[in-house]
């Protein structure tokens, strides 16, 4: 029953900071869509506003910079439940888990944030509109990193409650016949 608990708790912080993420990526789909999935000929001022918005972003303070640290502590907690655990289902599930959510990681602090820092150091259109490229195409891939992190989290949710369920009814079945 404990270890029930423990791989409930686990998945539920897992996902609450998946789901966290999944907003913050939301929020900025206003800017990124112009630059994956539309014409920037018919919306002239996409490149100028998605600019403005990730130089506030750069800007912001200190405080809010931070918030999605507290977000990844939450996340790594869950993941060291799971790994803690030390069971073949964990390994595998969290340890997949835990390797897309440091791909999305890497991809965020190694194209993010140095095209961020690129747009607040020029003017010129075409360097704006290509690292804003850049960023809508980051973000994508690391919505889907934690999409398969959720993907990941749900199914071994599942797996374990089925699991569980068959032995408890093995357990009653092997109580009747005795």
């Excluded at 990193?145 to 699991?163: D, F, P, S």
Aim: hydrophobic content about 50%; overall charge neutral.
């Amino acid at each position: 029953m404990v270890k029930e608990h423990m791989q409930s708790a686990k998945v539920v912080l897992i996902l609450c900071s998946c789901f966290f993420a999944y907003g913050t990526f939301w929020s900025d789909w206003a800017f990124d869509y112009y630059f994956l999935w539309a014409n920037l000929s018919e919306h002239p001022t996409a490149v100028a506003k998605a600019s403005q918005y990730y130089i506030n972003q750069l800007n912001a303070p200190d405080i809010i910079k931070y918030i999605p640290f507290a977000n990844l502590m939450i996340a790594a907690v869950g993941f060291a439940a799971g790994l803690a655990n030390m069971t073949d289902g964990n390994i595998l599930f969290d340890g997949a888990s835990l390797v897309l959510m440091l791909f999305a990681l890497s991809t965020h602090a190694t194209t993010v944030k140095p095209a961020i820092i690129n747009i607040s150091e020029t003017d010129a259109v075409s360097e704006l509109t290509a690292n804003l490229k850049n960023i809508a195409a980051a973000h994508f891939i690391i919505t889907l990193a934690i999409t398969g992190i959720v993907g990941l989290q749900i199914t071994h949710y599942v797996l374990n409650k089925k699991a569980d369920n068959a032995e408890r009814a093995a357990a009653v079945a092997s109580k009747k016949n005795k």
